[in-house]
């Protein structure tokens, strides 16, 4: 399987710490792509580091990428009970479509 | 600028009947892919497609689906003689382009049930 993979499948932390995600994929990439799905709802476009790029901030969001590892990592710095979600990492391999993971089941607890 | 529009979110069909999941991409895209979440599940790929073009649709089941984005209109995912498996939510995304740069944007989702 082409796809990423999310480690760990599920995470509990307190409101205020940081949480932290990995993604590991097989084979070279083009982007890699990070979204965040609420319960029952449709994806969120969180942020894309590119391939040559190695790490990308966004507010409270952290994304590193080790090409040589074939990883990636999501920090959430400061994390509020509106974190709760789950996150998936999105490989862009052939231009033609994205592979997800399965995801990781982040819950802030207040 | 809407984002990608679903429609509708929400469908209940008997099994052996057809569903229509529809796709409006952002504003200026011209690429649509379609993915299937089961419950607790990632998003599978299904299908791509370029205005009137299916680039790609390894992630298809052979039989009972098609989908197609016409040159004026929504893009079009259906789905024939519904089983009870055909259950899931079906998202659309879409994007400018494809490469290092593309960002994809992801409607709301259709959440088909089969009854």
């Known amino acids: 399987s082409q796809q990423g993979e999310e480690d760990p499948q599920a995470l509990s932390i307190q409101e205020g710490e940081n949480a932290t995600m990995n993604c590991s994929y097989k084979?070279?990439?083009?982007?890699l792509q990070w979204y965040r799905q609420n319960s029952g709802r449709g994806l969120v476009h969180l942020i894309l580091?590119?391939?040559?790029?190695r790490e990308k901030h966004s507010g409270r969001l952290r994304v590193t990428l080790d090409t040589s590892k074939k990883s990636s990592s999501l920090l959430i710095t400061a994390s509020r009970a509106a974190d709760t979600a789950s996150y998936f990492c999105a490989t862009d391999i052939t231009g033609n479509q994205f592979y997800f993971g399965t995801g990781t089941s982040l819950t802030v607890i207040p | 600028n809407a984002g990608v529009m679903q429609n509708p979110r929400h469908l209940v069909r008997r099994r052996g009947q057809e569903a229509r999941l529809r796709c409006s991409p952002m504003k200026g895209h011209s690429h649509v892919y379609w993915y299937r979440q089961l419950p607790e599940e990632g998003l599978k790929f299904m299908v791509y497609?370029?205005?009137?073009?299916?680039?790609?649709e390894s992630g298809m089941p052979k039989e009972r689906f098609s989908a197609e984005f016409p040159k004026e209109g929504p893009s079009i995912l259906r789905i024939q003689q519904v089983v009870r498996g055909d259950s899931a939510a079906y998202f659309c995304?879409?994007?400018f382009g494809t490469g290092a740069e593309t960002e994809a944007f992801f409607g709301q989702g259709t959440r088909l049930t089969v009854v």
């Open positions: 497609l370029q205005k009137e073009n299916i680039i790609d």
């Open positions: 995304a879409s994007s």
């Open positions: 084979t070279s990439i083009n982007n």
């Open positions: 580091i590119r391939s040559n790029e």
